[in-house]
Structure formats: structure tokens, C-alpha cells
């Protein structure tokens, strides 16, 4: 049973997410995501919450090297994926530009 602040929270995330897909630059996938933490383009990471383990450390180590934000999504993959507009599962998700978004800077305060 998921409480209702629980629940607004993950729609307010879901909406900073569409709106970061429709007016901003974001990539998914794993392979995507680890070359622009490795290029340094990457200002923040999203990671489903059933990530293989493995990946989802690869994931959090590269980004302390690269000092770049990471968020752990509530939903699993095929939630993160719906979030984002399409129809298959996403379990990492990058974003490069913001843009009319605030999920830069309100993730970090939650």
C-alpha cells in the first residue's frame, strides 16, 4: 500500500521527467548513460529501483568520479519507462539538459 505522499511525489517525478524528455536532452539505457558520465556531459543519473546490482554500482561509482547527481527512481523499469513516454522498459536514465524542468534542483532537496 503506497501512502498518499508517496504517491505525489512519484507524479510530481513523473511529470519533471516528461517534461525533461519533451523540452530537454535525456538518454537511456546503460551503455548511453556510462559514456556521457565518462564524457562528462551527463548532470544527472536515474536508476530504477529493480537495476541489476552490479550495474547500478558501476553506475554510482562513475558518477562520484564525475560529480554528477544520482537519483534512485521509486518505480521499477517498465514505471521508468512510461515515465519517460515510451513503450519498453528503462532502467537508467540520463539527463544532459534540463530544460524547462526543475528536476535538478528539487531532487536534491528531497
Given at each position: 500500500m503506497v501512502s498518499k505522499k508517496q504517491q505525489r511525489q512519484q507524479d510530481s517525478m513523473n511529470s519533471r521527467i516528461k517534461l525533461v524528455m519533451k523540452s530537454g536532452k535525456a538518454i537511456l539505457g546503460f551503455k548511453q548513460c556510462m559514456k556521457a558520465l565518462r564524457k562528462g556531459k551527463a548532470k544527472m543519473i536515474l536508476i530504477a529501483s529493480?537495476?541489476?546490482?552490479?550495474?547500478?554500482?558501476?553506475?554510482?561509482?562513475?558518477?562520484?568520479?564525475?560529480?554528477?547527481?544520482?537519483?534512485?527512481?521509486?518505480?521499477?523499469?517498465?514505471?521508468?519507462?512510461?515515465?519517460?513516454?515510451?513503450?519498453?522498459?528503462c532502467s537508467v536514465l540520463s539527463i544532459l539538459d534540463a530544460g524547462d524542468s526543475d528536476i535538478l534542483t528539487t531532487v536534491t532537496k528531497e
Open positions: 529493480n537495476a541489476p546490482p552490479l550495474r547500478k554500482s558501476e553506475l554510482e561509482y562513475m558518477a562520484m568520479l564525475g560529480r554528477t547527481q544520482v537519483h534512485h527512481f521509486s518505480g521499477d523499469n517498465t514505471a521508468m519507462g512510461i515515465a519517460c513516454g515510451k513503450l519498453f522498459n
